[in-house]
């Protein structure tokens, strides 16, 4: 199946500075890519469709000042925590989505643990 | 709007126990049933998938029929193994329109051998 990468898969920051995490489809081009927040216990939400040359859409309640998405590429989307703080570590998780024959298939990022001290 | 609602964890088995995870879902029109299975410190992957109503997906053992008349879509298994231990999420999602996928919270599984 197609892959999706995702870099850094750990980083640590401090609070206040901005932290930038890529994600790249390697062998195929996604005009669409999604970004999750996975909180602790496990729940996975959706954060925000990044389109390729435009301006990304959030869903309700995210911060889209905070949470910068750029997708400058079709097989880039960068998702950039400004002046992150405690309560933002968590685990962020993108995806595309591809077709697989007939269907529509999503592959998912390793994702990337962030930690904010 | 859409969403899925599935059973808290964690769920703890024997090897070779039956195992049921519950699905919901609440959504208009037809959309696709999918079972992601997140093994530790890796990311997500498909387990199996259903698109339309009473389809089956099956893969690894693992089997869940798309109920329409209940609204879900149950994960079963007969004989779990220990490499079973994993977090399980139930989706849903609308491919070929916006392609979004809505999680439930996830259930972790632990299996003892």
């Known amino acids: 199946g197609a892959v999706v990468s995702q870099h850094p898969s750990w980083v640590i920051c401090k609070s206040g500075t901005s932290v930038k995490i890529e994600c790249r489809s390697l062998?195929?081009?996604?005009?669409?890519m999604f970004w999750y927040r996975q909180f602790p216990k496990q729940s996975l939400m959706l954060m925000a469709t990044?389109?390729?040359?435009?301006?990304?859409?959030?869903e309700q309640g995210v911060e889209k000042d905070k949470f910068l998405i750029n997708h400058a590429s079709l097989t880039l989307s960068t998702l950039t925590v400004t002046s992150a703080h405690p309560e933002d570590s968590s685990f962020y998780i993108c995806?595309?989505?591809?077709?697989?024959?007939?269907?529509?298939?999503?592959?998912f990022g390793q994702g990337t643990r962030l930690t904010v001290v | 709007g859409d969403s899925v609602t599935q059973m808290e964890g964690p769920v703890t088995l024997s090897e070779e126990a039956f195992l049921t995870i519950n699905c919901t879902y609440t959504?208009?029109?037809?959309?696709?049933l999918f079972w992601y299975v997140q093994y530790p410190g890796e990311g997500l992957q498909l387990l199996l998938k259903?698109?339309?109503?009473?389809d089956k997906g099956s893969n690894k053992g693992f089997e869940a029929t798309y109920r329409k008349e209940t609204t879900s879509f149950h994960l079963e298994k007969g004989s779990v193994q220990v490499s079973d231990s994993a977090v399980y999420f139930c989706?849903?999602?609308?491919?070929?329109?916006?392609?979004?996928?809505?999680f439930g919270k996830g259930t972790r599984l632990h299996i003892l051998p």
């Open positions: 989706a849903l999602g609308r491919m070929n329109r916006d392609d979004k996928i809505i």
């Open positions: 259903a698109t339309k109503a009473d």
């Open positions: 995806s595309a989505t591809h077709p697989q024959g007939a269907d529509t298939e999503a592959f």
């Open positions: 062998d195929f081009q996604a005009t669409t």
């Open positions: 959504a208009t029109g037809y959309p696709s």
């Open positions: 990044s389109n390729e040359g435009s301006k990304a859409t959030y």
